[in-house]
């Protein structure tokens, strides 16, 4: 099972996992951790290692709130080990795409994949619609 | 000023503001309508209406979680008002942007800036840092 890391300020990455799961049902695997207003990135990298030590000899996808920022600094590096990838802009679709395909792809095919899925699923409805 | 309204499952939407103004510090005319677990459409519905009905006569962005489901089918109809704009696939990137330029650009302009800044703001970090 590949392990969903979600990262952000404030409690965005435990909110996106309340959504997903309140549409799926409960899932295993999913981690969140929040940056804490005024909090340093030394205490925040603390709290993502503690969640990525247990997980170390798993594949793991991370999602992140935003490039730039504290959250996106401290995880950036561990896109340099060869079982973790870490996309950004995380948003609710992207979310459950993971959650749903997760077994049907390797971990750089899923990275791929759920950055094309995000990507489509900013939708502007009135020029779509016709209006 | 344009409103922005957040509409989601669970607290999605709140937590999104609650990260956005720990990055920009209090921000006004921001709004959040959160789908309840077990709510129904129509309670969702007037929830929404409460909201927009005292803004009804300025204009108005609804960020929209996720294509499909209880938020957007309730949210969508609002579109074919001339001063409300839905844009789907909401994250913190798009939120970001929409109060920092909502006071540069007309409505419509605003909703296709925020597609395109969204759609752009998902990267795959690996293939993107050449590992």
Do not use: W
Not at 110 to 123: D, M, N, P, R, Y
């Amino acid at each position: 099972m590949i392990h969903i890391v979600v990262v952000s300020h404030a409690d965005l990455s435990e909110a996106l996992i309340r959504a997903a799961e309140m549409i799926t049902g409960p899932i295993e695997g999913l981690h969140a951790v929040t940056l804490e207003p005024g909090e340093s990135p030394e205490s925040f990298g603390a709290r993502l290692d503690a969640v990525l030590q247990p997980i170390a000899d798993e594949e793991t996808l991370i999602l992140i709130d935003l490039f730039g920022g504290t959250p996106y600094n401290v995880s950036v590096r561990q896109v340099l080990k060869d079982n973790v990838e870490c996309v950004t802009g995380a948003n609710l679709p992207m979310l459950l795409e993971l959650i749903m395909t997760r077994d049907e792809a390797s971990l750089s095919e899923l990275a791929a994949e759920i950055t094309e899925l995000g990507q489509a699923s900013v939708k502007n409805l009135g020029p779509l619609l016709n209006r």
